[in-house]
């Protein structure tokens, strides 16, 4: 193979050195011009030869192949000579001879010159037929070899084209990477540039506006000072190092010219010295304000004199440091205020407040002899009783003031106190009466009733409320009785029992009397059923009874444990007003009894009023075999017995 160089590419390849470089012959003067062909001509030496010249055009390469003329003619010149010397007679045999040998050594060249032409159009993959050992055999090695190599060679171009394409596609890579980088810098010098600009102009108004600021704040500083020197207070402000920074006129007149900025040189200059308030030691430096200040404190101090030539002046002061931005103190600040006027005032206070505290003290104590006064008077004429009369005290009382008011009014009385005061003597009496009277009050007052009068052993209480306390202060006056009569559980002290009547109604409160006598009162037919109702409790044997009208009254009447017991006429009325019997504070078992037989007693007593006594009867004797201890269904069983046997 041959390159457009002439030089011999597959004898380098082999190590053979024996070709030309530059060599020139038909075959490859052709092949160079890109011909394909076949021939007998004079190869680079000057011998005949028979060649093929294919092109390869995908290598720029010329397959050369050549045959020397006498080596590819020498047998059929044997054959010749030797066909010459058998005869005639043999030239028929000859000619079939030499037509067949001609094949024969025809047929493997033809094969390498098929297979060449194949390989001059690109392919690389065929291979010449080996048919004999000769010098065509040896060809047709040689060729494969050189075709071989060839595919080597190519396959090996391929990769380092694949190579080279990798790197063209890398350096493409980078080198877009590189123009986006330095569109980049470009940008960022822009920017800088930009931004170069703007810290310009910046710079140019920050040095105005440092400028305008100065001004301002040689203004400020100005008018600051001038507010300091305008201050009555003594203003005093020293650096970190504790040398005085700045004094205001106040301060001078206080301390002495030697708090003058300008005369602290000044040899003439006197600083009045600060002294423990009321005595003649010098102020402690370490404790002075300033001094604190600059240790970071702020401070508020009182205990300061200063002893001027011709007096002396309690001051108060005040001080603090200044920081700066990193938290550092460069400052310390004082403010120094004269007190005289303020101990002055304080101590005409102080005696005013002494004389203030006696006079509260003797108006202290007549107020206390007044209450006791209001307390001793209320104990006689109860406060509720002045409040209902529009009176805030017994003083505005006067005989005929009255009011007329709705309200519940309870009556109790003792059961035989008389058989149980025989036995007693007057002052037995009394205590025995007051022991009683002192546990029955406060069932009064806690249900927001106040007693009217004590009537010996009796109690008339009114509630100016709704009924419900009324009847909720008789069940509490029950059970306390109930708690009292534990402790009578001894010869000589029986347990008592007592009656309560309760009625609502409207009443007239007022004031009766003369000109040296007077006392409160209550007038109205609700009082006088009340006291009836009281009365009415010892006849039927039990404790508790409530008017229809208080019944009525009651927020809830379910609250509380009740039944209708009878009917009775107000005096001087006609009409008949129903009584109820209250019965919360009974003994648990009788209270459950009566609730039981509640529906069974009450039908029999109306059927008691409708005279069908022998139905009542059945009925009354049901709730007495419940309940044997009824006293009021006894009652009314001896009644409707009357009546039949009548």
Not at 136 to 144: E, S, Y
Not at 427 to 455: H, S, V
Not at 600 to 623: G, M, P, V
Request: glycine fraction near 6%.
């Amino acid at each position: 193979m041959i390159n457009n160089l002439r030089v011999f590419v597959s004898g380098e390849e082999f190590g053979r050195q024996d070709f030309p470089r530059g060599g020139h012959s038909e075959g490859i003067d052709r092949g160079l011009q890109r011909e394909n062909g076949r021939g007998s001509y004079l190869n680079y030496a000057g011998v005949p030869v028979l060649g093929v010249f294919p092109w390869l055009e995908h290598q720029e390469l010329v397959l050369l192949v050549e045959m020397p003329r006498s080596e590819a003619l020498d047998p059929a010149r044997q054959l010749a000579w030797t066909t010459l010397g058998v005869g005639l007679t043999f030239t028929g045999l000859l000619t079939v001879g030499v037509y067949l040998l001609a094949s024969q050594i025809s047929r493997p060249i033809l094969a390498i010159a098929t297979v060449a032409t194949k390989v001059a159009d690109g392919d690389l993959t065929p291979v010449a037929p080996v048919m004999t050992d000769d010098e065509v055999g040896t060809l047709a090695m040689a060729f494969n070899r050189m075709t071989g190599q060839l595919r080597r060679l190519y396959a090996g171009l391929q990769e380092k084209v694949t190579l080279l394409q990798q790197t063209e596609v890398e350096l493409n890579q980078s080198l877009e990477q590189l123009q986006i980088e330095k569109q980049a810098v470009e940008y960022h010098q822009a920017q800088i540039s930009i931004a170069n600009q703007e810290i310009t102009l910046l710079n140019d108004r920050l040095k105005t506006e440092n400028i305008d600021l100065a001004q301002e704040l040689q203004v400020s500083n100005k008018l600051l000072r001038q507010f300091l020197e305008a201050m009555p207070l003594a203003v005093v402000v020293v650096d970190d190092m504790g040398q005085l920074y700045y004094t205001n006129q106040a301060a001078h007149i206080l301390f002495g010219q030697g708090a003058v900025l300008d005369d602290l040189n000044n040899e003439n200059s006197i600083i009045y010295p600060s002294y423990i308030a009321g005595t003649d030691q010098l102020y402690p430096e370490e404790n002075l304000p300033l001094e604190r200040a600059l240790k970071g404190e702020s401070v508020l101090v009182n205990d300061i004199e200063v002893h001027q030539p011709d007096r002396i002046i309690p001051v108060e002061a005040r001080a603090r440091p200044i920081n700066d931005a990193q938290g550092n103190i460069t400052f310390a600040i004082a403010t120094f205020q004269d007190i005289t006027e303020r101990q002055k005032a304080e101590a005409e206070r102080q005696n005013f407040i002494e004389k203030m505290f006696s006079v509260n003290c003797d108006l202290e104590l007549a107020l206390n002899e007044q209450e006791e006064l209001t307390d001793a008077a209320g104990r006689f004429v109860p406060n509720q009783f002045l409040s209902f009369l529009g009176y805030e005290s017994i003083v505005e009382v006067k005989s005929g003031d009255a009011v007329e008011k709705q309200m519940s009014i309870l009556f109790s009385d003792i059961r035989q106190f008389t058989n149980l005061s025989e036995n007693m003597t007057l002052a037995d009496n009394f205590k025995f009466i007051n022991a009683y009277l002192c546990r029955m009050e406060p069932a009064i007052i806690d249900n927001n009733g106040f007693i009217d009068k004590y009537i010996g052993d009796a109690i008339m209480a009114l509630f100016g409320g709704n009924a419900d306390d009324a009847v909720q202060a008789g069940i509490s006056m029950l059970k306390l009785l109930s708690d009292y009569n534990t402790t009578r559980q001894r010869p000589g002290r029986p347990p008592i029992k007592i009656g309560i009547g309760i009625n609502t109604g409207t009443m007239m409160l007022g004031i009766v009397g003369g000109k040296d006598k007077i006392d409160t009162t209550v007038i109205s037919d609700a009082v006088n059923l009340a006291a009836r109702l009281e009365e009415l409790t010892k006849k039927y044997a039990v404790p508790l009874l409530i008017s229809q009208h208080t019944f009525l009254c009651l927020e809830n009447p379910n609250n509380y444990a009740f039944r209708i017991i009878d009917k009775v006429a107000v005096k001087g009325k006609s009409e008949m007003v129903s009584v109820f019997e209250i019965f919360d504070a009974d003994p648990p078992e009788s209270r459950d009894a009566k609730l039981k037989t509640k529906t069974q007693f009450e039908s029999a007593l109306a059927l008691y009023y409708l005279q069908e006594y022998k139905q009542a009867a059945q009925l009354l004797q049901i709730c007495l075999a419940e309940n044997p201890s009824d006293a009021v269904a006894q009652i009314y069983w001896k009644r409707v017995v009357d009546e039949m046997l009548s």
